[in-house]
């Protein structure tokens, strides 16, 4: 299978704080991940394509000062909310992609700004 | 603007029936579609991915494409409780673009 972690699996910050997020492709190298946001009952919405070396490619609307991602390797991409308020309190989910447009997800972060 | 359509539901079927899940599609072009589950409070699970027109059958899945029609479903056999979660139609967004098009998922609950 493809498998895709996440770290950490939940966090409580305060309201103005930095957080960041790691996804990592274990055993499969994904040049492209992308990361995701999902509010409550809602789908999942696309917030950045991530490639390996490369800036991200934000969807529009997505801030990408107030969310950086890097992609500094095969097998490891991080997103950073930056001065987190709580309207940005959301599950973010990253996936990889391993073979043609085939995207395989973590298993989330949960994020509860105060 | 490409989009992926699928009825919100709630589906109820009861145990043992067999649940079918539709999605239409908008983008003549797209290439790849995928099935995904979520259970509530969880990521997207991948069920099943189709490219061609026909059937593909993965244990009690079925997934059917129809290009002509831009419609892709989800059939699955001997429904059980557990299989009640929020299916995920996804569709390749083509044009040189690696982004996957959701639509916003159907919710099947599988009754015993």
């Known amino acids: 299978g493809a498998v895709v972690s996440q770290h950490p699996s939940w966090v409580i910050c305060k309201s103005g704080t930095s957080v960041k997020i790691e996804c990592r492709s274990l055993?499969?190298?994904?040049?492209?991940m992308f990361w995701y946001r999902q509010f409550p009952k809602q789908s999942l919405m696309l917030m950045a394509t991530?490639?390996?070396?490369?800036?991200?490619?934000?969807e529009q609307g997505v801030e990408k000062d107030k969310f950086l991602i890097n992609h500094a390797s095969l097998t490891l991409s991080t997103l950073t909310v930056t001065s987190a308020h709580p309207e940005d309190s959301s599950f973010y989910i990253c996936?990889?992609?391993?073979?043609?447009?085939?995207?395989?997800f973590g298993p989330g972060t949960r994020l509860l700004v105060l | 603007q490409k989009e992926v359509e699928q009825n919100s539901g709630p589906l109820s079927v009861p145990e043992g029936a067999i649940a079918s899940l539709n999605c239409t599609y908008s983008d003549r072009v797209s290439q790849s579609f995928f099935w995904y589950r979520q259970y509530s409070g969880k990521s997207p699970e991948l069920i099943m991915s189709i490219y061609s027109n026909g059937d593909k059958e993965d244990g009690r899945f079925t997934a059917q494409l129809n290009k002509a029609s831009q419609y892709v479903s989800l059939l699955i056999r001997d429904s059980q409780p557990s299989d009640s979660a929020t299916y995920l139609c996804?569709?390749?967004?083509?044009?040189?673009?690696?982004?996957?098009?959701f639509g916003k998922g159907t919710k099947l609950t599988v009754n015993p």
């Open positions: 996804a569709v390749n967004s083509q044009g040189g673009s690696e982004k996957l098009v």
């Open positions: 055993d499969f190298q994904a040049t492209t």
């Open positions: 996936s990889g992609r391993r073979t043609q447009e085939t995207q395989y």
């Open positions: 991530s490639n390996e070396g490369s800036k991200a490619t934000y």
